[in-house]
């Protein structure tokens, strides 16, 4: 199963992209996922993500539309049951 809309950055401080992302009214949602900054965000290309962190002076390690696979959200949504 593929989710058009998932995107996973990969950044020394995910917190902080987090934050950043949370401002933009585009963006469906931003959530952290191991380590990871998951953005829910059906219109927006991969170069324009880039280019909004790099004017931000965040330099990710990676950008890539996010798979889910069956034991993906099996796991993500045990995790949210768990209170993790």
């Known amino acids: 199963m593929r989710s058009s809309s998932r995107w996973e950055v990969e950044a020394a401080n995910p917190e902080q992209?987090?934050?950043l992302l949370a401002q933009v009214p585009i963006l469906r949602s931003v959530t952290i996922e191991q380590g990871l900054v998951v953005i829910d965000a059906p219109?927006?290309?991969g170069r324009d993500l880039i280019?909004?962190?790099a004017q931000n002076n965040i330099w990710p390690e990676s950008v890539r539309r996010g798979e889910e696979d069956l034991e993906?959200?099996?796991l993500r949504l045990t995790?949210?049951?768990a209170g993790l």
């Open 43 to 45: 219109h927006i290309r």
């Open 79 to 81: 995790d949210k049951e």
């Open 51 to 53: 280019h909004y962190l």
């Open 17 to 19: 992209v987090c934050r």
């Open 72 to 74: 993906h959200i099996f």
